[in-house]
């Protein structure tokens, strides 16, 4: 992918340095995995420069990109950046990307909650809106495909399930699958209601996830290691028969303290960890979605 659109890492005074704290993992030939930013990122390295997806947390952004530059043998300049979806840990590079003129690719409700303040209720935080250069200049509202370097590059909008602008992007050639915060590997998913995420749209969601992944794909979760379609398929389970659960617990007039104190989450929290967050924020959404669930009350 050629253009003016570029941002030159080394310009920037980013050294070529070892990080502390942020690990690079070469996937394929131009695919390599960097965690501990935030949350996962992958860097897709080609004749043209580098392509992210997700841009880590702003406190480790500029750790994060020297990291990146280091992964490029010739032209470390990032052309482009996906957001998986708003939340800061996946968008931390936004601006200085943005400021450089590099491509930032969104789902257009990603690039709307980014414009405006955010009050995340269970939080209790709000989080403002971010400057112009951070904000998404590229949207799509349901698929897209591109080719950079080497690499066909296939992305798609998840619905309402952890936020109402997750997408994912899939490498087909490699055979590796970035899910973003949809998928979690040892803790919860989160469908934050306050912005539109519930427990049934991360069903669908994973659900689709599922589809387009074989027994050889390589997911890369919003955090965590490298899982495989296996464990893909044990988050639909869980969230399915959790949907079904704590709707009929609803039914039958629990509320939010109730649901979390009769645990249903028992035999999934050895592989999830701590459900508290978890069921509460399910609770809220569900409750957004009564139509959907036949009607609680």
């Keep these: 992918m050629g253009g003016t659109a570029a ?33 996962n990122v992958l860097a897709v390295t080609g004749s043209d420069g580098i392509l992210m997806v ?12 020297k990291v990146v ?14 957001n998986t979806d708003w939340y800061p840990d996946n968008t931390g590079s ?12 969104a789902h257009e409700n990603t690039k709307l909650w980014l414009g405006t303040d955010i009050n995340v209720e269970w939080q ?23 080719t950079f370097g080497k690499e066909e590059i296939q992305y798609g909008y998840l619905g309402q399930a952890h936020t109402d602008g997750d997408i994912y992007v899939f490498f087909p050639g490699p055979n590796i699958l970035m899910t973003g915060d949809v998928f979690s590997a ?36 919003g955090t ?15 969230c399915n028969t959790l949907k079904t659960r704590i709707a009929e617990m609803m039914k ?17 929290d050895k592989t999830w960890g701590d459900s508290t967050v978890f069921l509460s924020v399910v609770y809220r959404g569900m409750w957004s979605h009564v139509r959907e669930l036949g009607g609680i009350v």
């Design 7 to 39: 941002f030159s890492l080394a310009s920037r005074g980013f050294a070529r340095q070892p990080s502390a704290s942020i690990a690079a993992t070469r996937l394929s030939e131009n695919l390599v995995l960097l965690s501990g930013a935030g949350r």
């Design 54 to 65: 997700n841009g880590g947390s702003p406190e480790q952004s500029a750790e994060l990109l």
């Design 69 to 82: 530059a280091a992964q490029s043998a010739s032209n470390n300049r990032v052309q482009a950046l996906l």
């Design 94 to 105: 936004n601006e200085a990307l943005g400021k450089a003129g590099a491509k930032i690719i």
């Design 124 to 146: 209790k935080r709000t989080y403002k809106a971010r400057p112009p250069q951070a904000i998404p200049n590229q949207t799509f509202y349901t698929t897209g495909k591109m």
């Design 186 to 221: 040892g803790m919860y998913p989160v469908p934050d209601y306050c912005t539109n995420g519930w427990l049934g749209g991360l069903v669908t969601a994973t659900k689709t996830l599922v589809g387009l992944t074989d027994m050889k794909t390589r997911v890369i979760p």
């Design 224 to 238: 965590g290691p490298v899982q495989s379609r296996s464990n893909l398929e044990a988050q639909y389970e869980m």
């Design 252 to 268: 039958s007039g629990k509320g939010a303290r109730e649901i979390i104190a009769a645990a249903p989450t028992a035999e999934f």
